[in-house]
C-alpha cells in the first residue's frame, strides 16, 4: 500500500486517469488538468477554507443559469478564457472579418425581417442608427444567403431578457443577403453597460476592484452555406471602455464610427428621423 503524500499525489492521479482514458483527446486534457490544477493548489498553497469557498463559488455560478442566462460564461469571458479560446480556434491571420466573444446573452430564435427593416420593438429612447454593408468571401466576392443574427442591449444597458417589461427579442432580428450580398438594418446607437453584478461574477470583479462595463458593441452571428461561421461584434468608436473592456473582447479592427447622417432621401427609404446615425461595416467570411 502507498501513501499518498504531497510529493507523489499528482503523479499517482495523473497515471490514474491517463492510463485509463481510452481517447486521446481526453487523456491529453484530463492530463494536463491534473498537472496544472495542482500546481496551482501548491504553488498558493491553498487553505480548505478558501477551497471550500472555491466550491461555494462554483455551486453559486451554477445556480444562476438558466435558459436565459449563463453565469459560466459570463465567468469565462470575464477571466478572458472566452477570448482565449476563441483566438486559438479562429486565427485569421489578416484574412476575413476578425471573431470576439459570443457572449452570455445569446438568444436562439429572433425573428426574420426583410432587409433594411428596425430591431427596434420598443422605442426606449436611445439614437436612431443605421447600419449597412455587405458579406463577402475571403476574396471580396459577396455572398448571396448569408444569415446575419444580429442583436444588442438597449441604451438603457438591458437585453430583452433582463427587462420583464421588454419585449422579447427586440433589439434583435436575423437578415439575409441577396446576390449583392448586401445588408442594411436600422437599430439604436449601442452605448456602454455593465455585465451582470447580481451573481458570484459580480462579487468577484468586486472584490478584484475590475469594473464591469462593456464598451458600446453590436453583436454579431453570420452563418452561410460553405463558410466557417462568424461570431463578432461592432464596437463603438471614442467609447471610453474600449481599452477596459470587462471581458478583454475589443480588437481595433471592430472599431467603426457611427457618423451622423442627414440624408433624407435614405431616411425616407427606410422609415428613418432625420438626423440618424450612419455606420456601415463589411464582413469578410472564411471557406470552410
Known amino acids: 500500500m502507498r501513501d499518498f503524500t ?85 486565427p485569421r491571420s489578416g484574412a476575413g472579418t476578425e471573431t470576439t466573444v459570443l457572449g452570455p446573452f445569446y438568444a436562439s430564435g429572433a425573428p426574420e425581417y426583410p432587409m433594411g427593416s428596425s430591431v427596434v420593438q420598443v422605442d426606449t429612447g436611445g439614437t436612431p442608427a443605421f447600419v449597412r454593408g455587405k458579406v463577402t468571401d475571403q476574396d471580396g466576392s459577396p455572398i448571396e444567403g448569408a444569415v446575419l443574427d ?85 464596437f463603438t468608436a471614442g467609447d471610453r471602455y474600449l481599452d477596459s473592456d470587462a471581458v478583454f473582447a475589443t480588437k481595433s479592427s471592430l472599431v467603426r464610427e457611427y457618423e451622423e447622417c442627414e440624408d433624407e432621401e435614405l431616411a425616407k427609404e427606410y422609415g428613418l428621423q432625420v438626423p440618424f446615425r450612419l455606420l456601415d461595416f463589411d464582413f469578410g467570411l472564411m471557406r470552410t
Not at 481526453?26 to 495542482?38: A, F, K, M, P, T
Request: charged share 20%; aromatic share 8%.
Open 150 to 234: 444580429v442583436w444588442s442591449a438597449s441604451a438603457s444597458g438591458l437585453y430583452h431578457m433582463q427587462n420583464p417589461e421588454m419585449l422579447e427579442y427586440n433589439l434583435c432580428g436575423k437578415f439575409t443577403t441577396g446576390l449583392d450580398g448586401k445588408y442594411c438594418l436600422a437599430t439604436e446607437l449601442p452605448g456602454p453597460y455593465p455585465v451582470p453584478t447580481d451573481g458570484p461574477v459580480g462579487k468577484m470583479l468586486d472584490a478584484c476592484g475590475r469594473h464591469a462595463m462593456r464598451p458600446g458593441h453590436l453583436h454579431f452571428i453570420i452563418t452561410a452555406d460553405g463558410y466557417d461561421s462568424l461570431t463578432t461584434h461592432i
Open 6 to 90: 504531497i510529493e507523489n499525489l499528482t503523479e499517482i492521479v495523473h497515471e490514474e486517469y491517463v492510463s485509463k482514458t481510452s481517447d486521446p483527446r481526453l487523456r491529453e486534457i484530463i492530463g494536463s488538468l491534473v498537472n496544472h490544477l495542482h500546481a496551482f493548489v501548491k504553488d498558493v498553497e491553498l487553505t480548505e477554507k478558501e477551497w471550500f469557498e472555491a466550491i461555494q463559488f462554483l455551486t453559486a455560478t451554477g445556480q444562476m443559469c438558466d435558459e436565459k442566462r449563463q453565469e459560466f460564461i459570463l465567468l469565462s469571458d470575464t477571466l478572458g478564457v472566452s477570448m482565449l479560446v476563441d483566438a486559438i480556434n479562429h
